[in-house]
């Protein structure tokens, strides 16, 4: 059944990502909260995109997807309600999935096999596990694997979709529990995901509200990290200017 604004598809602005290797979303959501009720944008990619499909709901968009060829989908997306974006919502959660370029870069069936199993994970209906739980549960496995760029990453989702600093102080111990005080002493504790919770513990104490502490998060933690960012970027001045939570205990 074809939705009623289909046949206005033609119109809509195109934003070509195809040859862009960096992180795009933050550039199509700032372009899509501009787009006026009853108006929509075509993305075009080289696989199909379907992290932008719930981020882009989150904002009031439909959508419908073409298939042109192996290399080349274009999704039009059409405003119906003018929302704004939050992260509560899951709209404006930091870090979308852009490790998945990496793999645009190798082979584009292969970062469509990974956007496939991206949403069977992430975005399925009617999960049984929140979200919130999930990304706990993901933050868990990859401290128990030194993982701790996702480590952060996770934290830092699940915490701007409202995870308590009670619930992290809570896993912090268990993290001591599981890990060992030798592990959570000398690799836990100066890691970057250590940093982001005390910079929260610290921040709430003192009164902050959470948006400016995600601001404050972000600014320090975000891909301008080389720590955090999970597409090759060159270690740059601002990065190592950064409040150096990760090595006191201010």
Known sequence: MKADWEAKKATF???DVREITNNFLPMIL???QQVNLNNGICVVQTFEPKPLYSALKDLGFEHITEKVSD???????????LKTATFESGAD???KPTAILNYKLIDDHLAGTVVDFWDYIWEKENSAIDLKTKLLLSMSN????????QATRELIKAYSLGVTVQELDELFSLFAWNQGIGNFSSEIGPSTTFGVYKLIKRREQEGLGKSKIMDEIMQTFGDRNPEVN???KKRIKCCEKRDDLTNNNN
């Open 13 to 15: 602005p195109i934003i």
């Open 30 to 32: 700032h372009k899509a």
């Open 71 to 81: 290399h080349e989908y274009r999704v039009y997306f059409y405003r119906t309600e």
């Open 93 to 95: 959660m930091p870090f």
């Open 142 to 149: 990859a401290i128990g694997a030194s993982r701790f760029r």
């Open 230 to 232: 999970v597409l090759y």
